[in-house]
């Protein structure tokens, strides 16, 4: 399974990106996909996640900016960021629960994977 992260870029503050996160390989299911983000000498932090396509969760920090979807059918997470600010400046990663075989009763393993990280980059 891989994840392929792409969006990233330099934006002035205010303005908007699009990250999109595809994954890979031999995958069957995925459960939970999300975005988590980190800046030099901080641990990464959750951005958002989605499980299944309803139910999605925020940072604080980024409720009412920030828009997490997927597309099933193509295995993919996009994150929607307006009104960027200064401090949303960080590596993006994407992560999925995925599954690419099944135990002997017939469940899904599922394991975590990460994409490569994005770079987003607000200008003030």
């Known amino acids: 399974v891989q994840l392929q992260a792409s969006g990233g870029g330099l934006v002035q503050a205010g303005g908007s990106l699009r990250l999109s996160c595809a994954g890979s390989g031999s995958i069957f299911s995925i459960n939970d996909m999300g975005w988590y983000r980190q800046v030099p000498g901080k641990q990464r932090e959750l951005v958002a996640t989605?499980?299944?396509?309803?139910?999605?969760n925020y940072a604080d920090s980024v409720k009412g900016r920030f828009t997490i979807s997927r597309d099933n059918a193509k295995n993919t997470v996009y994150l929607q960021m307006s009104s960027l600010k200064p401090e949303d400046t960080a590596v993006y990663y994407c992560?999925?629960?995925?599954?690419?075989?099944?135990?002997?009763?017939?469940?899904?393993?599922?394991?975590?994977?990460w994409g490569q990280g994005t770079q987003v980059t607000v200008s003030s």
């Open positions: 989605i499980v299944g396509g309803s139910s999605k």
């Open positions: 992560k999925a629960s995925a599954a690419y075989y099944k135990d002997i009763y017939g469940r899904p393993v599922y394991s975590d994977y």
